[in-house]
């Protein structure tokens, strides 16, 4: 088992998350190697870095998550890496059910998750529950099991991407050359929210507004870049027409912020913008 803790690195993105991260690190075992990229370059971090020998922090300025994970892949020098947000509930010692199979699978995949026991599939579509390992289109982001070399060979995180979409396009692109993901249902993980420390009200409509903005931006680019425009625009005709209408009907609530911010992200895709909006 000493080889399974020399063949995996964990890799966190935090973004003003001290407390979260703190807590979270808490119940990784120590025998694993850990980078945390911090898109916030927040120096709190460092305190982390003196208590556990076993953890690298990098601070950097906040490109988006994309390029923060390709920075952190970067760095890495095991056979795999586990990505997994700082927000979740996850037991470690489930990773050892992600090695046995990428051992049996030779490591063909792009992509193994676990299941989410508090998601819907209209949020997250995922596998058969009945089957202990299911084919799924897209391996959610807060939990990505990769084998390092077949990451190189799918190409990294589209830095185009700033949030949302990015761990959706790389599973795309992993289809098309003969690299299916997977989900093991018998691996559990719970979503808890944002990543983010958020202090009040304001703070926190401010980062849903911004979430709203970019997940619409990215929906719209990923489609556009493997679809095309055309497709792209007739299936997102009937999202328009609901946000102009939302935009209408709740021009005197904090609604509207919401509705205003994905209107104009969406219109940025559609002309071809960069996602430039930043916290």
């Given at each position: 088992?000493?080889?399974?803790?020399?063949?995996?690195?964990?890799?966190?993105?935090?973004?003003?998350?001290?407390?979260?991260?703190?807590?979270?690190?808490?119940?990784?075992?120590?025998?694993?190697?850990?980078?945390?990229?911090?898109?916030?370059?927040?120096?709190?971090?460092?305190?982390?870095?003196?208590?556990?020998?076993?953890?690298?922090?990098?601070?950097?300025?906040?490109?988006?998550?994309?390029?923060?994970?390709?920075?952190?892949?970067?760095?890495?020098?095991?056979?795999?890496?586990?990505?997994?947000?700082?927000?979740?509930?996850?037991?470690?010692?489930?990773?050892?059910?992600?090695?046995?199979?990428?051992?049996?699978?030779?490591?063909?995949?792009?992509?193994?998750?676990?299941?989410?026991?508090?998601?819907?599939?209209?949020?997250?579509?995922?596998?058969?529950?009945?089957?202990?390992?299911?084919?799924?289109?897209?391996?959610?982001?807060?939990?990505?099991?990769?084998?390092?070399?077949?990451?190189?060979?799918?190409?990294?995180?589209?830095?185009?991407?700033?949030?949302?979409?990015?761990?959706?396009?790389?599973?795309?692109?992993?289809?098309?050359?003969?690299?299916?993901?997977?989900?093991?249902?018998?691996?559990?993980?719970?979503?808890?929210?944002?990543?983010?420390?958020?202090?009040?009200?304001?703070?926190?409509?401010?980062?849903?507004?911004?979430?709203?903005?970019?997940?619409?931006?990215?929906?719209?680019?990923?489609?556009?870049?493997?679809?095309?425009?055309?497709?792209?625009?007739?299936?997102?005709?009937?999202?328009?027409?609901?946000?102009?209408?939302?935009?209408?009907?709740?021009k005197n609530s904090n609604e509207y912020y919401k509705y205003k911010n994905r209107?104009?992200?969406?219109?940025?895709?559609?002309?071809?913008?960069?996602?430039?909006?930043?916290?």
């Amino acid at each position: 088992m000493k080889k399974f803790f020399e063949d995996i690195t964990i890799i966190i993105i935090s973004y003003k998350s001290y407390d979260i991260v703190r807590n979270f690190i808490k119940k990784i075992p120590k025998k694993f190697q850990v980078i945390i990229v911090d898109n916030s370059n927040d120096f709190n971090l460092k305190k982390i870095k003196k208590k556990y020998k076993n953890i690298k922090i990098f601070l950097r300025k906040n490109n988006g998550v994309s390029s923060a994970l390709n920075f952190g892949v970067k760095k890495i020098k095991t056979k795999y890496f586990f990505q997994v947000s700082p927000d979740v509930e996850f037991n470690f010692n489930d990773l050892k059910k992600f090695y046995k199979k990428a051992k049996i699978m030779k490591d063909n995949f792009s992509a193994l998750g676990p299941r989410f026991i508090n998601t819907d599939d209209k949020s997250h579509k995922q596998s058969n529950l009945n089957h202990e390992i299911g084919f799924i289109k897209s391996i959610h982001g807060s939990a990505m099991f990769i084998n390092k070399k077949n990451f190189k060979k799918i190409g990294k995180f589209d830095e185009n991407i700033f949030l949302y979409f990015e761990e959706t396009d790389y599973c795309k692109r992993g289809l098309k050359i003969g690299f299916n993901s997977y989900q093991l249902n018998k691996v559990k993980i719970k979503k808890k929210g944002l990543t983010v420390n958020v202090q009040n009200e304001k703070d926190k409509r401010k980062i849903a507004n911004l979430l709203s903005w970019h997940f619409i931006w990215s929906k719209f680019y990923y489609f556009k870049k493997h679809y095309g425009l055309m497709l792209s625009l007739i299936y997102f005709i009937p999202i328009i027409v609901r946000t102009i209408f939302k935009l209408n009907l709740t021009k005197n609530s904090n609604e509207y912020y919401k509705y205003k911010n994905r209107y104009e992200g969406l219109k940025t895709a559609i002309n071809g913008g960069k996602s430039y909006k930043r916290p």
